[in-house]
């Protein structure tokens, strides 16, 4: 080992060095949220992003290719979550370092690089290392991985290789795509003496903290079906992913990720921050080691556009978030939003290697401190019910799993969470109740999102699929492939053209709808998604001759009305910029035919004078007929000089479209207006706030816009009409509402004088029974009339029962009030009176000693009722 430990950056720069020596192409992390794959949210391998090249459906623009990726392990088939923080060496985001060879080089290049940059360039010792090779797989007749092994056994000796099952050594990226066997390098950093205890060998894959995968090799050689069988690939090909975070704890002389220097400057933080110091107990450290994790992943998923939500993507970023904060909350004691407050330091750590951190951190900060303030007080009300459930439960010491799924439902409480709460009242939670309904929770939503597709069809090798659909809606096309897909029980298909008029959903813009055309026979395309390169057409149905002609025909009127609304939303994202500054930066957009929505980072409100501004600029270019501009393939960096605005999150090309209407300048694929006249109008039709320093524009164009303001104008026609066409219609309106205040306010005085006759009245009818001041009369007033006039009396006449009764819509109140006295020395008590009086008008009521009420629906047994009342003090 070197004799002053490398430390993350100088890690990072040497893998990327090396391969560079060997003839790699370096290139960037891709963005960490996926959004042109409906099987995948999160880039969750380096090689996510070259999974066309592996299948064969791209061609490679470098045959040898390296880069650091950021990944995140939280959904799918590899999901690290529940693991993160308990141990030493899981994490929710993590970079991979890679290399790749698309049908270039294989195994022995990728064994001996490997070898060397660990050994020679990285200084790790050979006696630190193990390796594993593919044993072979009966099911799937794969043979043993002897290849491998040979090449290994002329670098370290036979009992450091060892041979692994499927589950280990055979790499597979999900349930379907490229795949093959792999091997993979181990180090064990355990202390000398614990080394002469057990061998190394021993502890492979068996979940030591110390005995550990740094670096997977895969040989990419089959593609799994949708059926499950294996199908060789044209070409073979390299996937390499070395734990980045993992290698640095070796390369420094740790026992755990969380020592080295990327993880600690943050725990010194939590600990500063808590006044927890870390080490000192299990718990402690998990939870330190939690939120130092989910920190990192959350800070990155945002930077690259990925904003906490309910659903989706979105929904997991939540989740982590709040892991993270209930952790905190839980074992550090935090009560109040503090993660946010750790974000500098993570910023500074990482803004070398990801610029991107530090340009968002402010929104990013934002955003972490609504989260945690949010979820913090939906604990409370979750603590509050806990607490109102156990004050209810007597004598029983069991928490009912049906309530413990019902608050983590409603109110994100982990279970972990409730039992700790319960343990500490001595109480147990039924766990048999609470996995009945996560189980079925978990059911529902498997039901509700089962798609089943099965495997493409191939028709033709043509599948460069181009999207031919900004100069025409209509073309004669051939399907390439196509496969069946189950969507709650009902076949649908998905069709790739040779080429196609039909705009994928992308850039916020949705997909085109429309239909295809055989032999007279029309089948719906009802929307148009991008998977990888492939353009894929949601089809009703198959044609009858899928390798005939079809004429694709693209939905003319959506399109067009999306165009309008997508180039609006350009002169929008403008003219905020003008107006606001130009940190209003895109956070998101939706484009469709009905209307558009715009994110964009702003740190409060808009006033009705901006907004009005914003309106007033976009619709003003709109009447200037601005032409389009547009650029189909600029070299990117010409369109970054140009001032083009990039996003982040977004993968962009080397060559890239600009759309370009006089100062608005984009990189952009969607369809646009060929003239901002087209536009017709813009309107805003609302500004809200979707996280903090986040806002929503939503606006509506052309059609949608004109029929708008009609509707507007005829409201204000109806309101003219019945008030009788006046000159000034606002002032009347305005004179409408001081006219209705000042009557209010009379019939308030009004009731008030008639109140005090009726309770002048009714203190003259006072009799004497068994001396009792008795009260019992029918006034039909309103309820809360008669509960005020009731403790008015009892204001005014001591030792006294009143029993006023009254009719209101067809519907019977009674009202009792009794003077303390007679409640202590008498014993009478309203409520108890009440419920048996009530019968007599159909009803009934309750209420206390002193005061009780009751409604019922017969009103004729009003006088009854309080006659009834009369004889029982009598
Ligand atoms: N695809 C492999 C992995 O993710 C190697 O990059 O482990």
Redesign the pocket.
């Known amino acids: 080992m070197m004799e002053r430990a490398m430390d993350a950056g100088q890690i990072r720069d040497a893998f990327l060095q090396f391969f560079r020596t060997k003839g790699h192409q370096i290139v960037p992390s891709a963005p960490m949220v996926i959004k042109d794959d409906p099987t995948l949210m999160f880039t ?4 996510n992003q070259f999974k066309e090249i592996f299948l064969g459906h791209s061609s490679a623009k470098y045959t040898r290719v390296a880069n650091i990726q950021k990944c995140l392990r939280v959904s799918g088939k590899h999901n690290d979550l529940e693991e993160v923080g308990i141990d030493t060496y899981h994490h929710t985001m993590f970079e ?1 370092l ?1 290399n790749w060879s698309f049908g270039d080089y294989f195994k022995t290049e990728a064994i001996e690089w490997a070898w060397e940059l660990l050994t020679v360039v990285l200084g790790i010792s050979k006696d630190d290392l193990y390796v594993t090779v593919f044993a072979g797989d009966e099911p799937d007749s794969l043979p043993a991985d002897t290849e491998s092994f040979n090449l290994w056994k002329n670098i370290i000796g036979e009992d450091r290789i060892i041979f692994g099952s499927q589950k280990d050594n055979f ?1 597979e ?1 999900g349930d379907t795509g490229p795949c093959g066997p ?1 091997s993979e390098i181990h180090a064990d950093i355990r202390s000398r003496d614990e080394k002469i205890v057990t061998p190394g060998r021993e502890l492979i894959n068996m979940g030591h903290p110390q005995v550990i995968e740094i670096w ?1 090799l ?1 040989f990419i050689e089959y593609n799994r079906s949708a059926d499950g069988h294996l199908e060789p690939l044209p070409q073979k090909h390299i ?3 070395m734990g980045f975070e993992r290698l640095c704890m070796v390369l420094q002389g740790k026992k755990s990720n969380y020592d080295t220097d990327i993880f600690q400057p943050v725990i010194s933080e939590i600990s500063k921050v808590t006044s927890i110091h870390y080490g000192d107990t299990f718990q402690h450290d998990v939870a330190m080691r939690v939120i130092a994790d989910h920190l990192r992943a959350v800070a990155f998923a945002i930077a690259d556009g990925q904003l906490p939500s309910n659903t989706g993507a979105g929904y997991v970023i939540r989740r982590i978030l709040r892991r993270a904060v209930r952790y905190g909350f839980t074992f550090l004691n935090q009560k109040e939003p503090f993660i946010h407050e750790l974000l500098p330091i993570l910023v500074s750590r990482m803004k070398a290697a990801f610029p991107e951190l530090a340009r968002q951190q402010d929104m990013i900060r934002k955003v972490i401190a609504e989260e945690e303030l949010s979820f913090l007080r939906t604990l409370a009300f979750g603590i509050k019910r806990f607490e109102q459930y156990v004050a209810a439960m007597g004598g029983n010491k069991t928490i009912e799993g049906i309530f413990a799924f019902d608050l983590f439902d409603t109110y994100g409480f982990p279970i972990d969470l409730t039992q700790l709460m319960a343990k500490e009242l001595g109480l147990t939670v039924d766990m048999e109740g609470f996995s009945k309904g996560m189980n079925e929770q978990k059911e529902r939503s498997r039901q509700a999102a089962v798609i089943d597709s099965g495997d493409w069809i191939i028709l033709s090798g043509n599948d460069g699929g181009a999207f031919i659909g900004y100069d025409i809606l209509q073309a004669t096309v051939r399907i390439t492939r196509y496969r069946k897909v189950t969507v709650k029980n009902e076949e649908k298909y998905q069709l790739v053209f040779d080429k196609t008029p039909f705009y994928p959903e992308s850039g916020g813009q949705i997909g085109d709808k429309g239909y295809i055309e055989q032999n007279g026979e029309k089948i719906l395309i009802t929307d148009t998604k991008k998977e990888h390169n492939l353009i894929v057409h949601y089809a009703d149905k198959l044609p009858a001759e899928p390798s005939h002609d079809i004429i694709a025909v693209v939905d003319q009127v959506s399109r067009t009305l999306a165009a309008c609304n997508h180039s609006a939303t350009h002169l929008l994202h403008n003219a905020l910029r003008e107006v606001l500054g130009k940190f209003a930066e895109q956070k998101g957009s939706f484009v469709g035919p009905t209307h558009l929505r715009f994110d964009f980072s702003h740190y409060q409100k808009l006033s009705n004078e901006e907004l009005a501004r914003v309106e007033a600029l976009v619709n003003q270019k709109i009447r200037q007929n601005i032409t389009l501009d547009e650029k189909r393939t600029v070299p990117i960096h010409e369109a970054l000089a140009l001032g083009a605005i990039a996003f982040f999150g977004e993968k962009y090309g080397d060559q890239v479209r600009v759309i370009r209407f006089d100062n608005s300048i984009e990189l952009c694929g969607g369809t646009h207006v060929t003239a901002t006249g087209q536009i017709g109008l813009f309107k805003i039709i609302s500004e809200s706030a979707i996280a903090a320093g986040i806002r929503r524009i939503e606006a509506i164009t052309a059609d949608r816009a004109e029929a708008y303001i009609n509707s507007q104008i005829q409201i204000i026609d109806e309101i003219k009409n019945l008030l009788k066409n006046p000159g000034d219609v606002v002032k009347s309106v305005s004179n409408l509402l001081d006219e209705n205040l000042a009557l209010q306010k009379q019939i308030e005085k009004y009731n008030k004088k008639r109140l005090e006759d009726i309770k002048k009245q009714l203190i003259d009818q006072v009799r004497q029974i068994s001396g009792v001041n008795f009260i019992g009369a029918r006034i039909d007033i309103e309820p809360a009339a008669l509960k005020d006039l009731v403790f008015d009396l009892r204001n005014s006449i001591e030792n006294m029962v009143v029993v006023l009764g009254s009719e209101n819509n067809g519907k019977a109140n009674l009202t009792i009030m009794i003077s303390d006295n007679l409640v202590k020395e008498r014993g009478l008590h309203a409520g108890t009176m009440i419920r048996e009086v009530s019968k007599e008008i159909s009803g009934g009521g309750g209420g206390q000693a002193h005061y009780a009420s009751a409604g019922g629906n017969d009103p004729v047994g009003i006088n009854r009722a309080i006659q009834k009342v009369e004889q029982m003090i009598s």
């Open positions: 969750n391998a380096g090689m991979m890679g790499w990226m792999c997977n895969v996937d390499t992913g």
